[in-house]
Structure formats: C-alpha cells, structure tokens
C-alpha cells in the first residue's frame, strides 16, 4: 500500500462502482516495558554487514509466537519494505511519463534507488536505519518478463545493465543476504500496475489463475533455496474486493484466501521447506457506503479458522495499519469516503484494543491461532507540512509495537528527493536525488526521527526461545485437508471420503461433532516409528472391553495413536493410526460430547473455539486419541459421539 492521492482515488473508485452496482447515487503484556509516548529509547546500536550476518543464521522458523534462527535464538523482523519490483505505473496515461507513477517515481519495475545509488551504499543505509530484515515486494509479471531494464534504470549500478527485472531481483537479494539482511519476498502485485482499489491486482488470482500464482511462487521458492537468509514467502498482499466479489476466509470456492494460502504454502514448502510462511489477512470487504456493510477483516477470522501447514513452526501472520484507514474505513477522502472512525481518529485505548482484535490477539499462548504476526506495512509522511493527527497516531502505534515487542517492516524504505533533499514520498525512510545525496528519517528536520529509534532500539526478547507445544486446526468442511508430508507421498487412504491428517510431527487431539473439524497437537509427543500406518474403518481393533456399548468403534490397535480421520458427509468413515517407538498405555477413559462441549478445562486451545457452533471433544494434554465412537440410531447421523483418550504415561 502507498498513501496519497493514488489510494485516495483508487477507493473512492471503488465506493463509487459499489454505489452504482447497487442503484445508490454517485495484546498481549509486553515482556519490556516501552518508552513513554513519544520519548525515544537509546540510539540502536549498528551492525555492519559482517556484524549482522554474524549475528544469526538461517533457516527461521517459529516457537509459539516468536520467530527463531537456526540456533533457536530470537530473531525479530526489524524490517522495511524496499519497493519498486512490483511496479510504480498508476494505470493511466503515457507509462513513459513519470508523472503516471507512484509519488512520480518510475521504478521501472525494479527496486527504487538503483538509477541513483549504488547498491553497496543503499544497503550501508538500511544497516544505519537499525534494520535486520527486507521486505521485497513483486509483481507476478517480473517473474515471467524477458525485456531487459533500461540503462537508466541501473545507472549507478552499471554492474545491472542488460538484466531482466528478476535477474536484478536475483543481484539485490545476493547483495542483500551477503551483507546479512534476512529477505522476505512479498507477493504484491500480479502486473506492474500500482496501486490498490480496483486495480486489477485485488486478489492472488486476478489475472492470472491460482495455479499460475502458486507456480510462480514454487519456482521462486526453488530459485532461491541455496541461500537460507531468504527466509521466507509473504504470499499476497492486502487482498480485497474486486468489482463484483468479495474474498472470503473460509467458504472453500475460488476467493477463499484461507484455502488459497493452505495450498500455495504446502506447495512451497514440499518445495522448500526451510522457508516461512507469511499470510495476511482479508484487508477488505464490502462496498464502502454508509448504507452497505464493508470493513477491514484483517486477522480476525483467524480466530475461529486457522491455518495448518505440513511444518507447523513455519507459519507466520500479517497485518497492515495506517493512520489514514481504521477498522471500516478505506482510507479515501471527498467522494467514496464513508463516516468510519480512521485508525487516526480512535482514542488510545481504541486504538489499542484494535490493534489487538485485529491481529495482536493471534500472538496469545496455547491456541490452535498461535504465531508470531508481522506487522508488515505501516508508515507515515516525515517532512514536508505536518500533519498533526498523523504524528500522533504513529508516536500511539508505534508505542503499542514497543509495549507488544512486535515484529514490524515500515513503508517504504527508498523514494526519490529533488537536489534540495526535498522528498518526492515523504514517507521514504531514505531518500536519494538523481546526484545521489542521500536524506534520511535520521537527518534533522524529520518528525519521525524520535519514534523510529524508539521503536529500533526498544528493549525485546532475545536469546533462546524454548520449543513450545503447538496446536493446530484441521478443517474438512469442503474437501481434504493432508499437511501430513509422509501420507501426501502415499496413495490416498480413505478413496471417496474427505480426510484430514496431522502434520507429521502431532497426533490427532479432538473432533468436531457434526463439523467436521479437528484438533492436533505436538504436546508430549510419542516418538513414531517407522513401520506402516493403518486406516481403520471396522471394530477389529477393539480389544479390552466395549468402552462404548451399543456405538460403532474405530479404535487404533495397540502401541499406535490416532493421527487423522475422514468422513463421508460429517460421519465417521475411518481412523489413520501410526505406530510408536514404545508402548503406550491401553487403560484410559471414555469422553462424550453428543449432549456438549467435552474439552479439558485447562491445557492447550482450550481458550479458543476451533469448531464455532459444534459440540467437541479434546483430549488432554497427556493423552492420546486411541478411538472414536458413533451411531446411527437416534438420528445420529453417523457423527462422532465420543473419544477414547488414553494416557501417555
């Protein structure tokens, strides 16, 4: 996202095609305390190149709601966007003229500053800014263009000349990643067209299909494997409505972005599966009009519909905040605006409390919704006339970054100046001039100055994080949902039935009754063995008594423990089992949940709902889900009744 008069059009286009469509006239406590509001902490202290690459490694992945390096150390994402490869063209007029670029800066669909600066000392920048992380956005269409960049493009990298836009992607994120920096690439755009209401790029398949979205991302994943300080995929950018659709978080058609971002990251990590994960989430909904519903979901679905990927300490959640925007505002101003609140315009403790229910929320401990989120886009103008709410809100929000030790990546990090170092973004962090002279949020006469180095140099967790339990949803309601690695290499185990398996390092933990849903878990995980896994669809397996009279039974056979299921309708078809290292316990007891939730009082998801509406039933934590009862009398529909949950221990 970009703010100024491109936004402000673009949504304003948008309330007006919805206004004509319809007949209408034209967090969590903070383990450091912050700094109070407005003050700055202690200058960061800044890495050199060497220093920053010595400082971590590769691959990250992720403890409850941290993100760790290879060593199991803290690793937080102090990052900024460095934009350009997604394209500047507004959409109109002559593309040759710069005027018809964003802020009037024609990146020519490569990272900004290239023509002006070289590479060496754009990055010496961002290590004085206190940065440890890029942010990469790109177009689709650079993956795929063949036209090499003009030389002006890469004027004072001459090094670039003659290159396609992804073979200077390829240079920057070498140079990036050998002076230390972690990169993330961001899907954001599908053409070079920028930016955002009905521009085209709405979704992850607007103009292109979901299939060529997902293989663009799998050959990137593919390209850059070799180099483990690209540590991960930030799938899609600030996905919205197009002019006739709406996505969806959950519905299991061709807008869903729950099920889009499930197949693109498995397909990524069976590519490689060293990278993160990055899914944000719905950034608009609805027709913005006072009479028509509309708001900015963000991660508040996620509550009830997380995600589950085949490596369960990958996954990573995303939000965007502008002071210009709020919760059913879209950031337009004059026509197309409504009388939402702007995110600018919300006392503290709303601004606090929305930051929380719209993604800070998904950072508490022990819930199937636990992960570390990224607040990858925010930002504001620095220089030129002050703007005396925006100042505000980002002194307010950054402190909340602070007081939350979230992980953060401001916009943009480049832009152009003129030679009186006069921006033409004056949200640019660095600013360059055609001579090269340099401005930055660092130099006098930037507001931003106090609260950017609060917010660098905040005191935060590091050090190592120790290995959390992770709980995590399956969800069948339209089809399969397989993020086991070792069945997905298998031929299908339950033919004509739809079927969930656990990643392969939990077990299967809860059901859902007439749903479903499932629940899994890692918490004291029985170490599997290598021997086949059985899919159990009769009573054979039923020894020690009938724990469930008059029910039919699917129970595991001994020294196994259930990992997934499947049902044909919502009643039980199988049980998949896996075999263990050791024994396990065969006593155990019988939990039903045919009359209510059955879910232990304490232990893990235990304060979320992972089957909204629909009777459960968990496990504790220190057992296993050895059987499942149900029936057909009674107009029980088949649907499981009880669980069979036998100790661990």
Not at 94 to 107: C, F, K, L, R
Not at 371 to 399: L, N
Not at 497 to 513: F, S, V, Y
Not at 560 to 571: E, I, L
Request: with cysteine.
């Amino acid at each position: 996202m970009i703010p100024g008069t491109t936004l402000r059009r673009a949504t304003a286009a948008l309330a007006v095609v919805g206004a004509l469509l319809l007949g209408l006239p034209a967090a969590q406590a903070a383990p450091a305390p912050a700094p109070a509001s407005g003050s700055a902490a202690a200058t960061p202290a800044v890495l050199t190149g060497p220093q920053l690459a010595a400082s971590w490694s590769g691959p990250l992945s992720t403890r409850g709601r941290w993100i760790v390096d290879a060593a199991g150390n803290r690793f937080k994402l102090k990052s900024g966007n460095w934009a350009g490869a997604q394209g500047t063209y507004e959409g109109s007029g002559d593309i040759g003229d710069v005027t018809n670029h964003q802020a009037d800066q024609n990146s020519h669909n490569i990272p900004l500053g290239l023509d002006r600066t070289p590479l060496d000392r754009i990055l010496a920048d961002f290590h004085a800014l206190g940065l440890n992380s890029i942010r990469l956005p790109f177009a689709n269409a650079l993956v795929h263009d063949t036209v090499p960049v003009p030389d002006t493009a890469v004027a004072a990298n001459p090094q670039l000349k003659g290159k396609t836009p992804l073979q200077v992607m390829d240079a920057v994120v070498a140079a990036l990643t050998a002076d230390g920096f972690a990169v993330i690439l961001n899907n954001h755009t599908t053409s070079y067209r920028f930016c955002c209401g009905l521009d085209g790029n709405e979704r992850w398949n607007s103009g292109q299909t979901t299939r060529q979205w997902i293989d663009d991302w799998v050959l990137l994943a593919k390209r850059y494997q070799d180099n483990t300080r690209v540590v991960g995929a930030d799938l899609r950018n600030e996905v919205r409505r197009d002019t006739w659709n709406d996505p969806n978080w959950g519905w299991g058609n061709d807008h869903d972005l729950n099920k889009a971002f499930e197949e693109a990251g498995n397909e990524i990590l069976q590519a490689d599966p060293d990278l993160l994960i990055v899914m944000e989430g719905i950034n608009w909904q609805g027709i913005p009009t006072d009479i028509t519903p509309h708001g900015r979901p963000m991660l508040t679905p996620v509550a009830t519909l997380s995600n589950t990927l085949i490596r369960s300490d990958k996954l990573v959640y995303a939000a965007h905040f502008y002071g210009y925007t709020g919760p059913n505002h879209t950031g337009a101003t004059g026509t197309g605006e409504t009388h939402d609140l702007r995110y600018e315009e919300l006392t503290p403790e709303a601004l606090v409390k929305a930051v929380d229910d719209e993604a800070l929320f998904v950072t508490r401990d022990g819930q199937h919704f636990t992960a570390p989120v990224w607040i990858s886009e925010f930002g504001a103008g620095g220089r030129g006339p002050a703007d005396t709410r925006e100042r505000d809100w980002f002194t307010r929000f950054t402190d909340i970054l602070v007081r939350n030790d979230t992980d953060f990546a401001i916009w943009p990090l480049v832009g152009w100046t003129d030679t009186a170092g006069n921006p033409n973004d004056s949200w640019a962090l660095v600013g360059y001039s055609a001579t090269g002279t340099r401005t930055s949020v660092l130099d006098p006469g930037d507001w931003r100055t106090a609260d950017w180095t609060k917010l660098t140099g905040a005191p935060a967790r590091s050090g190592r994080i120790d290995p959390a339990p992770r709980w995590n949803m399956l969800n069948l309601d339209y089809g399969d949902y397989d993020v086991s690695a070792t069945m997905l290499a298998k031929p299908d185990w339950s033919p004509g039935n739809r079927k969930g398996n656990c990643p392969d390092t939990q077990r299967l933990a809860g059901l859902g009754r007439s749903d479903s849903r499932g629940l899994c878990t890692d918490v004291g995980q029985p170490a599997k063995a290598s021997g086949a896994w059985t899919t159990v669809t009769d009573e054979r397996y039923v020894t020690g008594g009938d724990w469930a009279s008059g029910y039919n039974k699917l129970q595991c056979p001994d020294r196994t423990f259930a990992v997934g299921y499947s049902v044909k309708s919502n009643a039980m078809a199988a049980l998949l089992c896996a075999p263990a290292t050791t024994a396990l316990p065969t006593g155990g007891r019988v939990l039903w949940f045919d009359h209510g939730d059955n879910r232990p009082a304490t232990g893990g998801s235990t304060a979320s709902d992972w089957a909204p509406g629909y009777y459960k039933g968990q496990c504790a934590d220190g057992e296993y889900l050895a059987g499942v009862a149900y029936t057909w009398k009674w107009n029980h529909g088949g649907v499981p009744d009880a669980l069979l949950c036998r100790p661990l221990t």
